[in-house]
T-cell receptor, first 113, second 115 residues
Framework: GDSVTQMEGPVTLSEEAFLTINCTYTATGYPSLFWYVQYPGEGLQLLLKATKADDKGSNKGFEATYRKETTSFHLEKGSVQVSDSAVYFCALSLTNRDDKIIFGKGTRLHILP | DTGVSQDPRHKITKRGQNVTFRCDPISEHNRLYWYRQTLGQGPEFLTYFQNEAQLEKSRLLSDRFSAERPKGSFSTLEIQRTEQGDSAMYLC?????????????FGPGTRLTVT
């Protein structure tokens, strides 16, 4: 079945470090791919998305590129801030079908000042 | 505030009791989704509605769970005879589901604790 696998956390980095959170997927169709973020005490927010191969989603300095050949959607940021500390979820959805979102288990990110 | 709202935000109940949660989607959103998130895991799909029709239910949704969206607006999720394993965050999301716009907007969730 359809699934998402992302690197386990927690990930601890110093402020201004480079961030990569790996994500790979398995899908029977042609999915849209997402990264959601959950800040402490807050609800899920869409961080970025990509709907077709080679698309790059970007927001708040974060980027991820839809790689169909490697079935990957790795999240990157060049210089993290303490305020980026949160749980990040990679996810997929088969748009034009039921649109239900299939999430990875999440990666907790801690940024040290 | 025109976002997705959920009520209550927290619920503590004793095992065996029934509980009901409510979700108010963004107005004019025709799709409404319920997800469940347990500690340390990502949200898992439970069920979704297109207007008032319930179109899909996950096998996670046992017979003790029932969801309704009677007028195609707000939705309720009821759990009968709660068990400790039902303790989780229950998330609601809504979407417009029109070509080019399938983004789901999530509510803050209802945290259920079964003692």
């Amino acid at each position: 079945g359809d699934s998402v696998t992302q690197m386990e956390g927690p990930v601890t980095l110093s402020e201004e470090a480079f961030l990569t959170i790996n994500c790979t997927y398995t899908a029977t169709g042609y999915p849209s791919l997402f990264w959601y973020v959950q800040y402490p005490g807050e609800g899920l927010q869409l961080l970025l998305k990509a709907t077709k191969a080679d698309d790059k989603g970007s927001n708040k300095g974060f980027e991820a590129t839809y790689r169909k050949e490697t079935t990957s959607f790795h999240l990157e940021k060049g210089s993290v801030q303490v305020s980026d500390s949160a749980v990040y979820f990679c996810a997929l959805s088969l748009t034009n079908r039921d649109d239900k979102i299939i999430f990875g288990k999440g990666t907790r990110l801690h940024i040290l000042p | 505030d025109t976002g997705v709202s959920q009520d209550p935000r927290h619920k503590i109940t004793k095992r065996g009791q029934n509980v009901t949660f409510r979700c108010d989607p963004i107005s004019e959103h025709n799709r409404l989704y319920w997800y469940r998130q347990t500690l340390g895991q990502g949200p898992e799909f439970l069920t979704y509605f297109q207007n008032e029709a319930q179109l899909e239910k996950s096998r996670l949704l046992s017979d003790r769970f029932s969801a309704e969206r009677p007028k195609g607006s707000f939705s309720t999720l009821e759990i009968q005879r709660t068990e400790q394993g039902d303790s989780a965050m229950y998330l609601c999301a809504s979407s417009l589901a029109s070509p080019g716009d399938y983004e789901q907007y999530f509510g803050p969730g209802t945290r259920l604790t079964v003692t």
